[in-house]
C-alpha cells in the first residue's frame, strides 16, 4: 500500500520565507539604518563625540535584537555587530584604527543588550520594555561631547629618564635637529603617522621646529566616498608645527602651532614640556610632558586609551630628541 505524499500546510504555503531570511533581510534593514544615522552623525559635526561611539553601536545593537528569536540575542547581536563592522573596512571611509579602537565598545554594549535580553527570555518576561529599560540609558550616554561632558578634557603626561650627560650635554641634545632613529613603541606603530624628519633648532624663544610625518590626516568624512566633499590626504605627508614660547633655567616650553597628522582627531596636543635637573656632574633627570585636550567621547573609555598612546609618544620623544642626540 502506497503512502500519499505529505503535503504541506496552509501555513506552510503561505509562509514563503525561512526565518534565516527574513533575518538576513532584517539585518540588511537594520544595517542601512545604522548607515544613515552615521553619516548625520557627521553631518552634523559630531564625529568625535559619544553620539558615534556609543550611539550608533546602541542603535545597531538594539535594531539586531529586534530581529526574529533566535537561540542567543548576545550571541546575534555580536556577531551582527562584527559582520557590520567588516563591512564598515569596505564600503565606508573610516579608518581601520579607529574601528580597531572601537570594537570592543562595539562589543561591550552587544552584551549589554543582549543578555538584557537573554535574562528576560529566560525568566518570560516581555522584551521591549527590557530593551526600553537598557536602550534608553545607553542614548543618554550618547549625548556625552554633543552637549557638553561632566569630565574636564584637558589631561597631561609625563615621561622621565635619567641619561649620563650634564645638562649642558641635554641642552645642546635639545637644541639640535631632531632625529627620529629610535624604534618606535609598538602601540604607535598599528596605524599612527611616524615622524621621518625635521628642520629648525635652537632653545631661545621663538625658535621653531617644522616635523614631517609619513601619511595624511585620512580624510574619512563619508560624502567622500560619493566625491562631494573632502581630499585625499593619504597619498602626502602630515606635518606639526612647533614654537619655543618659554626658555629658562632647567625648563624649555614648545607650544604646538600646527598639527595635520592623525593625533589631531584624537587630541588637540597643546604644549611639550621639558624639564631637566642634575642628579650628579656626569647624570640628568629629563622629563617629558605632554599636555593636551581630549577630542574623542564617551571619557571614560577613550581617555586611558590616549592616555597609553600619549605617555608612548612621551617615552619616544626622550629617546629619540634626548637620548639619541647625546655624545
Excluded at 195 to 218: K, M, N, W, Y
Aim: with cysteine; hydrophobic share 45%.
Amino acid at each position: 500500500m502506497s503512502e500519499s505524499p505529505i503535503r504541506p500546510t496552509t501555513e506552510q504555503q503561505e509562509r514563503r520565507f525561512s526565518t534565516a531570511q527574513i533575518r538576513l533581510a532584517g539585518f540588511i534593514v537594520v544595517l542601512a539604518v545604522v548607515n544613515i544615522a552615521y553619516r548625520l552623525v557627521y553631518a552634523s559635526g559630531a564625529s568625535q563625540t559619544a553620539a558615534l561611539y556609543v550611539g550608533v553601536p546602541t542603535l545597531l545593537a538594539v535594531g539586531l535584537a529586534l530581529l526574529p528569536r533566535s537561540k542567543s540575542a548576545t550571541g546575534m547581536i555580536l556577531k551582527g555587530s562584527t559582520l557590520a563592522v567588516l563591512i564598515a573596512c569596505v564600503v565606508l571611509p573610516e579608518g581601520l584604527l579607529c574601528l580597531l579602537f572601537v570594537l570592543p565598545l562595539i562589543g561591550l554594549i552587544g552584551v549589554i543588550v543582549g543578555g538584557a535580553i537573554d535574562a528576560a527570555r529566560r525568566r518570560n518576561r516581555r522584551q521591549g520594555p527590557t530593551l526600553m529599560m537598557v536602550g534608553l540609558p545607553l542614548m543618554l550616554l550618547s549625548f556625552e561631547g554633543v552637549v557638553g561632558s561632566p569630565f574636564d578634557a584637558h589631561d597631561a603626561v609625563e615621561s622621565s629618564v635619567v641619561v649620563e650627560a650634564s645638562t649642558s650635554e641635554v641642552v645642546a641634545a635639545l637644541a639640535a635637529t631632531p632625529t627620529f632613529g629610535a624604534e618606535m613603541p609598538t602601540f604607535l606603530t598599528i596605524g599612527f603617522n611616524r615622524p621621518v624628519s625635521a628642520t629648525g633648532s635652537g632653545v631661545a624663544l621663538g625658535d621653531e621646529r617644522s616635523i614631517e610625518f609619513t601619511g595624511g590626516s585620512h580624510d574619512d568624512h563619508p560624502l567622500r566616498v560619493f566625491g562631494l566633499t573632502g581630499e585625499r590626504s593619504v597619498d602626502h605627508h602630515s606635518h606639526m608645527h612647533l614654537t619655543v614660547v618659554e626658555s629658562t633655567e632647567g625648563r624649555l616650553v614648545f607650544s604646538i602651532d600646527h598639527d595635520t597628522t592623525m593625533l589631531a582627531r584624537w587630541v588637540d596636543l597643546e604644549r611639550a614640556v621639558v624639564t631637566w635637573e642634575p642628579i650628579d656632574d656626569h647624570h640628568t633627570r629629563v622629563t617629558w610632558r605632554l599636555e593636551y585636550r581630549r577630542l574623542l567621547y564617551p571619557t571614560l573609555y577613550f581617555a586611558p586609551l590616549q592616555r597609553f598612546g600619549m605617555s608612548e609618544a612621551a617615552d619616544y620623544l626622550l629617546e629619540s630628541i634626548v637620548v639619541a642626540q647625546l655624545p
